[in-house]
């Protein structure tokens, strides 16, 4: 915008008045219209946000002070001990619930990225026949609605007696885990120059400890992505665990929400509560890792489904 | 990559075809857990379903072939036919809207103001926030006598809805519950905006373009890629909604919000007719699949590929 003033001041010495009256008008016009972008923003992203705040404010309400129309915003006193009666004094074991649902994500992590980054790895490095037709058939899975393979798996697993148990739901992720998390490693691997790898084998590297001491520490980026898009698949994850896990005690957070809104179904203030202590770990490992996040998305266009 | 492999094979001194199936082997051995993983939970269930779906299996009682008797019995069954019904209105609101929040989220989005980045968070995150918590939230939200719904309603001077259970405004509600997380559909479009050449824009500046001009002739021609992508995983996604309709209405009032999954988890886990839900299950991939395959037809007319060749 400056260089635009000063190409036009010769122009206004020359007497041309209106050029230079032009380039004022248009960074006018320029300021008027971030602006009017950074209102927007402003107004959009309150919008966003209300429910979060919602949330927190019903929350901190005493019991009995959340049916109160019109709404307040504010609650006076903010009752904090209500995260501590949701989590420790609500009837339901939440510790217990926790522990539980971190068990499970983090096997499901582990297992995800071991299973999905060696499936990658042989896409992306290893010749074999079918290799490509193998890996269409990898993303065609992507396609496949999950309540199709549900009802046999369900069986399947009752068949192994392990209803109830957290394995339906970790033994699935350390035999090749969803399809694109697979397509995320090939297509980082691909990336990676094969110039590595022959100096690998050069000094005698076997194909597995390319894999591992070649290809592994080159992708941190990847394994980052894949990691967090396997935690909140995890963490977040209902259906699964409502199918299986029948017992109090192997309960997730997701499912122990539910049976919350079976005990306390009226107390709004404690399942707020609840909700926000399941909600918090998710903002947590966010922000913690935010540019993979970005990353994973963009490459592959899903996320935290 | 061949002629590398091929100077590596002959450093190796070995035969070519001795270390080619050396490297077949390991390639299948890496891709052994998941071929095991694929038999065991996705071509052996579907190949199991299939047949399932022609039983009359109910778990605890005696299994019996019936054929086709349950896709028979389907046609004749109300609640089939409103689930679906019930799921297409969702989805032919839903997907529309999302797409066109999303977009417009995206180019708000991104223009080079201050602080950005927080924004982008801001519209983000709550399309990564677990579907049970923000169930309850929304429940609260529309909760129809101290929600904060009708709170905002009752500031603009109209009156209170009963949302959740009203029969004709409890599909809507579930869409703007929906909306919210367009966080992820958003970033997707930000990538497609930030990868069409600003030359094109230039360009159109010098031809004295505004701004309307410039969207329809410009970004939208060039996002229609971005845009097919969202459109098809919108419509995969609406199809299977399952966690808010569970917790919020479990398929109330009236059944105004028994969408098809739910449907099929009733009939599966609540009634135990796994048969029956297994018919249900090959109805809902076929549909979906169906209108997957329509879109990629339709999508060569108006689907503009960059790198196209000339036709």
Redesign the interface.
């Known amino acids: 915008m400056s260089e635009a003033k000063s190409m036009a001041s010769p122009a206004s010495s020359a007497g041309m008045v209106t050029a230079d009256k032009f380039y004022q008008r248009a960074s006018v016009r320029h300021a008027l219209y ?1 602006t009017v ?2 209102i ?2 402003l107004a ?2 309150a919008v ?5 705040v ?2 927190i404010s ?1 929350s901190l309400k005493i019991r009995g002070t ?6 307040v915003w504010i609650p006076r006193p903010a009752v904090w001990e209500n995260y501590y009666t949701a989590f420790f004094a609500s009837g339901l074991p939440f510790t217990r619930f926790l522990l539980n649902t971190t068990i499970i994500t983090v096997a499901s992590m582990v297992g995800t990225l ?3 980054s ?2 990658g ?3 992306a ?5 079918g ?1 490509d037709k ?1 890996f269409l ?2 993303l065609s ?1 992507l ?14 697993f009752r068949l192994f007696g392990w209803i109830d148990t957290f394995l339906p739901l970790i033994v ?1 992720t ?4 969803s399809a694109f998390n ?1 397509f995320l490693f090939r297509q980082f691997f691909m990336s990676i120059p ?1 110039e590595l790898d ?1 100096a690998a ?2 000094d005698g590297a076997g ?1 597995m400890q390319i ?1 591992w001491r070649v290809i592994m520490p080159l992708s941190k980026p990847v394994l980052s992505t894949v990691a967090i898009f396997t935690f ?1 698949a995890s ?2 994850s ?2 699964g665990p ?2 299986y896990l029948n017992s109090l005690e192997n309960m997730t ?3 122990g ?2 049976a919350f ?1 079976g005990l306390r179904g009226t107390e ?1 203030n404690l ?2 509560a609840a ?2 202590v ?2 918090a770990p ?2 947590v490992v ?1 922000f913690v890792a ?1 540019r993979y ?2 990353q994973g ?2 490459t592959t ?5 | 990559m061949s002629s590398q492999a091929d100077s590596l094979r002959q450093a190796h001194g070995r035969t070519r075809s001795s270390f080619m199936r050396r490297e077949a082997i390991e390639g299948f051995l890496c891709i052994t857990p998941w071929l095991i993983g694929f038999v065991l939970f996705i071509a052996g269930p579907m190949l199991a379903s299939v047949w399932l779906a022609m039983t009359d299996y109910e778990i605890l009682l005696p299994i019996h072939f019936v054929g086709l008797d349950n896709f028979a019995k389907l046609g004749q069954d109300q609640l089939f036919w409103k689930s679906l019904w019930n799921t297409a209105v969702y989805t032919g609101l839903y997907v529309p809207l999302h797409l066109i929040t999303a977009l417009m989220a995206a180019l708000l989005l991104n223009v080079r103001a201050r602080g950005i980045q927080v924004y982008r968070v801001i519209f983000y995150v709550p399309s990564i926030m677990p579907a049970v918590a923000t169930a309850f939230l929304w429940m609260w939200i529309f909760n129809p006598n101290y929600g904060l719904a009708n709170g905002l309603l009752d500031l603009v001077g109209l009156p209170p809805q009963k949302w959740l259970f009203d029969e004709t405004l409890a599909k809507p509600s579930f869409v703007i519950m929906a909306l919210w997380g367009l966080g992820s559909a958003m970033l997707v479009f930000l990538a497609g905006l930030q990868g069409v050449d600003p030359l094109l824009y230039e360009a159109a500046d010098i031809d004295g373009a505004n701004f309307w001009t410039k969207f329809w002739q410009i970004t939208l021609p060039m996002l229609t890629p971005v845009l097919f992508f969202n459109l098809i995983i919108g419509i995969i996604g609406s199809f299977q909604v399952f966690t808010t309709a569970y917790i919020a209405t479990n398929g109330g009032p009236n059944n105004a919000t028994l969408f098809y999954v739910l449907y099929i988890y009733n009939q599966g886990w609540k009634f135990a007719k796994m048969g029956y839900a297994s018919a249900l299950a090959w109805i809902l991939f076929i549909i979906v699949l169906l209108l997957t395959l329509v879109q990629f037809k339709v999508a060569n007319r108006w689907v503009y590929y960059e790198t196209e060749k000339a036709k």
């Open positions: 971030i972008m950074q927007l923003l959009c992203s966003m946000l209300i429910p979060f919602w949330l019903t959340e049916f109160t129309f019109p709404p071991f299973s999905s060696l499936a790895f042989g896409f490095r290893m010749r074999f026949p290799r193998l058939l990898v899975t396609m496949l609605p999950e309540i199709v393979t549900q009802i046999p798996s369900y069986l399947l699935p350390f035999l090749g885990g697979i094969y022959e084998r050069i194909t894999y909140l963490w977040n209902f259906m409502l199918i957070l997701a499912v929400l539910r809104q709004w399942m707020m909700a926000a399941m909600m998710v903002l966010f935010q996040f970005i998305i963009v266009g899903f996320g935290g489904r």
